[in-house]
């Protein structure tokens, strides 16, 4: 008798010691102190309702965050759950390191909840769920009211031309300039915006892959960014901004416009009245059209994970409709459930201007070519500076859209060439 409960206390405490045992790691990439804070939240929740395991967060800053994973990856130091970029998703998948969540979300009662368009954009690689979307960034415009009535600016510009003579107008102001250009980390999305919306087209392609890059519209709209810089309508020191830099720039009130996702939200409205500035629909260019680019990240999990279960219930828990939701209110995204638009902290006047964006059009959301295995690096090394070449004069314009040309169109051929 003694022996058997002897077998049965110990098999017990190995039962328990294997529990405590249980760590996931996860990885989270673009973050904040109010980000991390929020995740820490919703994680405690998880271990709450799953005794014996923890968490491990690893927070990267996302200025650093893509060398800094790729070298965790190199060295064979996979996370179970990780926050996934959009730009990310195909580098990781194509690979073969991330696990299909699609045999979870055939069983999980919050699946049809999410909008279509959470659901298509996680499917982008081979369409598979390798990610899901926890919410979305569409770019819009803010303005500060005060420093266009001091510019003698009648009204926020509609028009790109209106932009430019806006910025022109407030860059006479001592001390004061007209866009918050974001020359630093993650800068492509600004270029692409207004290259695009010059050239009243969006597509990056033609049919036999040849990037539209180097066509007259792109590449004027490319120039007309070189321009704005060089012309002093951009602090100089605007050509390493990232995203802290560039929304600090815009609450300080050292520059008037700042084009951004909802997530600047929550730095301005801290720092800034609310009649002091606004949101608008991005400017459109001579076609009278805007092409803003709609971004997402999401969680992902490593198919090296050895535990795929528990690290569908973190996502799950990080994902479901109330952890979703305070998420995004904390991140600024719009959220990925379509009950999300009925909640009251969506309806006031701070998310106007990306509303009247998706409510209009002639304003076009537009998502880069992510799903290229090469975009990753584009976006997050070889754009950035060959970018700050042209904004400082060593390159041209025309120069920066021929290189840009060139990597796009061997990437999207050999992509085509796959299929």
């Known amino acids: 008798m003694r022996t058997l409960i002897a077998t049965a206390l110990l098999a017990s405490l190995m039962a328990s010691s294997a529990l405590a045992d249980t760590t996931l790691k996860l990885v989270e990439v673009i973050t904040s102190p109010e980000r991390t804070q929020t995740l820490q939240s919703l994680v405690s929740k ?13 927070s990267l800053p996302w200025n650093e965050a893509f060398q800094k994973f790729a070298t965790m990856v190199s060295a064979g130091d996979t996370p179970d759950v990780m926050e996934m970029p959009d730009t990310w998703l195909s580098l990781y998948a194509n690979n073969g390191m991330l696990e299909s969540l699609e045999p979870y979300l055939a069983k999980w009662e919050n699946t049809k909840e999410l909008t279509p368009r959470a659901l298509e954009l996680g499917r982008d690689v081979k369409d598979t769920a390798y990610m899901l979307p926890y919410g979305f960034y569409l770019r819009a415009m803010f303005y500060n009211k005060k420093l266009l009535s001091e510019a003698g600016v009648a009204a926020p510009p509609k028009t790109m031309e209106e932009f430019t003579k806006a910025s022109e ?3 006479k102001l001592p001390g004061k300039y007209g866009y918050c ?19 009243g087209d969006n597509k990056y392609f033609t049919e036999d892959g040849t990037s539209t890059m180097n066509t007259p519209g792109w590449s004027k709209g490319i120039e007309w960014m070189v321009d704005l810089y060089k012309k002093g309508y951009a602090p100089k020191d605007s050509v390493n901004w990232g995203f802290n830099e560039v929304v600090a720039g815009f609450y300080s009130g050292t520059c008037a416009f700042l084009d951004q996702d909802p997530d600047a939200l929550i730095a301005v409205a801290e720092r800034m009245k609310k009649e002091d500035f606004g949101v608008i629909p991005l400017p459109k260019g001579p076609d009278g059209k805007s092409y803003p680019t709609i971004g997402y990240a999401g969680w992902s999990m490593f198919a090296k994970s050895e535990n795929k279960d528990l690290s569908w219930k973190l996502i799950a828990t990080l994902q479901g409709r109330e952890g979703n939701l305070e998420w995004n209110k904390k991140i600024g995204a719009l959220p990925a459930y379509t009950s999300a638009e009925k909640d009251p902290f969506y309806a006031g006047d701070q998310f106007k201007g990306w509303f009247e964006e998706l409510a209009d059009p002639n304003t076009v959301p537009t998502v880069m070519p992510t799903y290229l295995q090469e975009f990753a690096f584009f976006k997050d090394s070889l754009a950035i500076k060959s970018s700050q070449q042209a904004l400082l004069g060593d390159i041209s314009a025309a120069d920066l859209a021929n290189q840009w040309a060139d990597y796009l169109t061997k990437a999207q051929q050999k992509h085509l060439a796959k299929k």
């Open 46 to 58: 998880f271990e709450a309702a799953n005794p014996g395991t923890k968490v491990e967060i690893i």
């Open 181 to 199: 250009m974001r020359g630093g980390p993650g800068g492509l999305n600004g270029w692409m915006i207004f290259a695009a919306s010059m050239a």
């Open 169 to 171: 107008a407030v860059s």
